[in-house]
């Protein structure tokens, strides 16, 4: 039965709560409280917390359900995302892939500032990187999430965890690639990829 | 309830509604045509201001004017760290001027009374403002009269800092001035009150304050409580940092009943306690607007519709934030009154539009410092089932987290906060 309310929430959802009529939170209830801590429309104003608008629908919704499943190592996400069914985490990722993307607008703060020489190297670093993260990390389809100008901070932070800690859920392609680069290198991608808009 | 004309209906406001959200709205509340929707918010804060905004994001149409006393607006939520010198009052401080490019009329006044008769409330300033729906949203009063010996004037001696401003530098120069090898006193408040680990961060941050510039001292929390939010990870929290606090209990005989402020002491059932340096947090009440206008109940607090917030005992008022009583152990944090400021704004909209009560999603997240890299948090997700507030999922940091997590929460918290300003103030 909620299988199937879900399914009409889908059929009527359109603006903030559209699909009122329909039993449960509307995609807008969900969705409306992540941005206090993703930013105003998911878009991010804190430099470790990652802009999620505009990212693909399926990256989201794996994110939630690797966190919901304490398969993806995380601060609070893992307490938060086991209060969505799964129908209602499929909502949430449908909202913010549905939201233009947009990093760093109306920040009050700036995180770290790209570094044009760590940029420069990381550029020839990333050769590999953008096999996959094309077009500067512009590029995003399915599984793989946009890197360009998302926040320094956060992709340091982020991909330090990727190469630091054997059990974080990765693709095979990236993990092989992650462990040829030191930790310098991999700063530098960061600097890169934080760069391009 | 599915019927065509109720779903063409859901499909033509969202489509409003995402019109609106496309262009920048400027609206010009004076030229506001007849029939249109009038909402007033009492209280720019962290419930006010985002309800005002929701209210204009769901419907530009409906005319939105938000009162408030203050010209600026302080943060409560990470003030605790100015206390203690890693963090200025000035990254604090918020404007409203953002406010008018959303719509949103804001008036610089203090709402004085609420006539529900004939939905209007006037201002100090001496003006009226007609409301269809009405939001309250003043957050919390301290009941002065509730130990001896302390009143609004006896906390400029003896302050309480549970408003971020003036208060919070006064705490910042006490400690500063405070003699190596005197207690540094917090007097925590009895239940319920705002920000539930709130003393018990400031406590820590005391505590490394002190472990660095004045080791002879300790922080000494007296608590009317028997426990309080986090205990465990503070508890543990402070012992791993090794900072020198002790918390006296209720039960322990840590409920202060009097203070003497010529004699800098508090006073328990059992024992004085004196220092030059001396936080009281009075016990609280809903703000004093909803006391005057008969929205709080006995216990002091506003009750709500869990649903809709709107009260119980005005039609067409809704209470969010720190003010309204809630169940399923929703605390009174800045996050909870942003979630519950989202969602009366959908009731609202919702009765406008002769729709039934949506249903709604509750959200907490909230962090606390131990230490400027040590980070502890609580986050949780509620549903309304079977007509209850039902906590879905949530808890606090694990116990048992490297450095690296802790401080991983650390930075998190800073960017929490960064993103709840924007939400509000941009």
Redesign the interface.
Known sequence: MRKRMLV?AAV???????????????SG??S??C??????GGV??????PSIAGMPYNFLKQMMTEFMKDERPS??MS??????SDGEIDEIAKHFAGLKWGVNN????KGKSVDPDKAEKGKSLARECEKCHEDGGKKQDEDTPRMAGQWL?YLQ?KLGEYKNDEKYPQPKKMKTQIDKLSVEDLEAVAHYFAGQK | MYDLTRRHFVKLTGGLAAAGLASSFVANPARAAEGKKRVVVVGGGYGGVIAAKYLRKVDPNIVVTLIEKEKLYYSCPLSNPIIVGLRDLKVQRWGYDNLAKHGINFIQDEVLEIDVAKRTVSTAKNASFSYDKLVVAPGVEFKWDAIEGYSEKVSEKIPHGWKAGPQTLLLQEQLSAMKDGDPYIIVAPPNPYRCPPGPYERAGLVAWYLKKNKPRSKVIILDPKDKFAKQGLFINGWKELGFNIEWVSGNDGGKVTRVDANNMSVHTEMQEYKSSAINLIPPQKAGKIAQISGLADKTGWCPVNQKTFESTIHKDVYVIGDACTVTGEIPKSGFAANSEAKIAAAAIHASFNGQGEPDPSYVNTCYSLLSPDYGISVAAVWAYRNNAITKVSGGVSPEKASAVFRKQEAMYAESWYQSIMAEMFS
């Open positions: 009409l009527v959802v359109g603006g903030l709560w559209g699909g009122a009529a329909v039993a449960g939170p509307t209830m969900l409306n409280t941005d206090g801590c993703h930013g105003p991010s104003p804190g430099p470790y917390m601060t609070i307490r938060i995302a086991k209060g969505y109306g920040a009050s703060v901070d932070l």
